[in-house]
């Protein structure tokens, strides 16, 4: 299977899924936000990228502190409700586009989140670069790895071959995946 069929694949799955994601992986998602935002202040000045927004759950966790947040995501169901969610903040924009392909120059980000992302891509390490050049140099980016599909070892190994440095990694028995906090 090609890497765009796979993602094809995974868009489809999302659109299906739209309607009820929010039921689905809400108090999921807000542990792991929690856990990262525990480790990072989103200052006033900052730009933040949302990578997979899905629904726009991170919106309301940290719109208030932020300049500008962006949010990017491949389904466009799950766009058209984070466009809703971000009509509620004046600094919120959303995107549709692959996280390998985003539409961005000049690295303009400080903050980069990606939840719940690398596990759906083809090719993490090609992901986690497009994020790195969506990124200034500085920047915090916040990562996941799904537990069922990374071990804690191929996580931190992906993490830095990908030259991200990682200050902060959540690992607790409530989380079904590693967070992670690295700056570039």
Known sequence: MSKWDQKRKIMRRYDVTARMYEERYEEEQAVKYKAALKHLNVARHNSVLDVGCGTGLLFSHVAAEAQTVVGVDISRLLLRQAKERARD???VQVVQADADHMPFTNRPFNVVFAFTVLQNMPKPLETLSEIKRNAKQGAAVVVTGLKKA???????ALLENAGLQVVALEDSDVLKCYVAVTVL
Do not use: C, H, T, Y
């Open 89 to 91: 903040f004046r600094n």
């Open 150 to 156: 990374f071990s804690l070892e191929a996580f931190r």
